[in-house]
């Protein structure tokens, strides 16, 4: 089945310092990609969706030049907390689909195992 | 994008059968049903997905009026293993924006 590959699971960091989190599909080729984040007893949030080759579109209120994402091939996006400070701390996951819609058809979404990122 | 109403917690026991409502009453007419279950500190896992009607897999199955105004997945015999968050997804066909509702929280007690 599907595989998703988040790398690394636990980052801890210093204030002011950026952090990179990696997100590959294994097994597919995945063209569209969503991050989203997860507070401790909260549902997840979606920040942005990262489409290959394209700027990633950010939900309303996170802001793009915090989180950078670049999806440069069609198994590999990256996320980056730029310049992070206590409260960017949370769980970040990430999810790809393969093609079109992930609700259409068979096409599920197949998450990362999370990223806790601990900004000190 | 079809919102989803969810019960916040549901308690049971070792060996019931335990069954989770999802409401979405302005469900669209190519819309799929989805179900994901998250363990702490995990990413959702995908346990089932139907249009209409009735689905079965392995793990659970999932019921679905008529109207499609909501859905209903269905955990039967659940173990101490089973107890997670529960998220109902639904939504437009060609809509990459997925919004996780605040989910079903499923404790299971021995």
């Known amino acids: 089945g599907a595989v998703v590959s988040q790398h690394p699971s636990r980052v801890i960091c210093k204030s002011g310092t950026s952090v990179k989190i990696e997100c590959r599909s294994l097994d597919f080729q995945a063209t569209t990609m969503f991050w989203y984040r997860q507070f401790p007893k909260q549902s997840l949030m979606l920040m942005a969706t990262s489409n290959e080759g394209s700027k990633a579109t950010y939900e309303q209120g996170v802001e793009k030049d915090k989180f950078l994402i670049n999806h440069a091939s069609l198994t590999l996006s990256t996320l980056t907390v730029t310049s992070a400070h206590p409260e960017d701390s949370s769980f970040y996951i990430c999810?790809?689909?393969?093609?079109?819609?992930?609700?259409?058809?068979?096409?599920?979404?197949?998450f990362g195992a999370g990223s806790r990122l601990t900004v000190l | 994008l079809a919102k989803t109403t969810q019960p916040i917690s549901m308690d049971s026991y070792e060996g019931q059968e335990v069954n989770i409502t999802c409401s979405h009453n302005n469900i669209a007419t190519n819309d799929y049903i989805t179900w994901y279950q998250q363990f702490p500190s995990q990413g959702p896992r995908f346990i089932i997905q139907?249009?209409?009607t009735k689905v079965t897999n392995e793990v659970a199955s999932l019921f679905i009026p008529a109207d499609r105004k909501s859905s209903t997945l269905s955990l039967p015999r659940v173990s101490l293993s089973d107890t997670a968050v529960y998220y109902c997804l639904v939504g437009e066909e060609d809509d990459y924006k997925l919004s996780f509702g605040a989910g079903t929280t499923v404790t299971v007690r021995a």
């Open positions: 139907g249009y209409k």
């Open positions: 999810s790809a689909t393969r093609s079109g819609s992930p609700l259409s058809g068979a096409n599920v979404l197949t």
